[in-house]
Nanobody
Framework: QVQLVESGGGLVQPGGSLRLSCAAS????????MGWYRQAPGKQRELVAE???????IYEDSMRGRFTISRDNAKNTVYLQMSNLLPEDTAVYSCYALFNAVPSWGQGTQVTVSS
């Protein structure tokens, strides 16, 4: 299993930007998939974005073009750059990793988009 620690959440105004970070407890070079999910109050958890060890990325449709996922293998960290944030982006954002078919989750970080 991989320990994951998220950071970078907070309060931002609509149209603003935030960058979330997810630091892993081990080298992410060989971690098959890393990504971000989010869960808003009263809603189901949904995929935000994923990046594979080969660099392939997947985005949920409503976030494509506004969010960018990237991984820095040297820092064992995955980032989620979020731009043009909307109030409906308010949620707890959680990092996950899939390593040897075993999923691991971080504790989550709150993102609130409000004026």
């Amino acid at each position: 299993q991989v320990q994951l620690v998220e950071s970078g959440g907070g309060l931002v105004q609509p149209g603003g930007s935030l960058r979330l970070s997810c630091a892993a407890s081990r080298s992410i070079f060989s971690i098959n998939v890393m990504g971000w999910y989010r869960q808003a109050p009263g809603k189901q958890r949904e995929l935000v974005a994923e990046v594979t060890s080969g660099g392939r990325t997947i985005y949920e449709d409503s976030m494509r073009g506004r969010f960018t996922i990237s991984r820095d293998n040297a820092k064992n960290t995955v980032y989620l750059q979020m731009s043009n944030l909307l109030p409906e982006d308010t949620a707890v954002y959680s990092c996950y990793a899939l390593f040897n078919a075993v999923p691991s989750w971080g504790q989550g970080t709150q993102v609130t988009v409000s004026s």
